[in-house]
């Protein structure tokens, strides 16, 4: 199996897999259309840039593990 580092163009693929991983668990098709926003992996997600909770206007790093 290769891992590789997600690139700005995997978006799309990210956000479909992360969708179907979800819906796998046999969850309503409702329910899954309400957590679609949060199972987008955005651009700017794999960019590494995150908004910060407390302050809107802040872009915080997202955090990286590095797995051997």
């Known amino acids: 199996m290769l891992i590789r580092k997600a690139k700005c163009e995997d978006s799309d693929l990210l956000s479909n897999l992360a969708y179907r991983s979800k819906a796998h668990w046999g969850y309503f ?9 949060d199972l987008t992996v955005t651009k700017e997600y794999i960019i590494g840039l995150t908004t910060a909770a407390v302050f809107p206007d802040r872009k915080l790093p997202l955090m990286k593990v590095h797995v051997i």
Not at 29 to 37: A, G, M, P
């Open 29 to 37: 098709e409702e329910f899954l259309q309400k957590c679609k926003d």
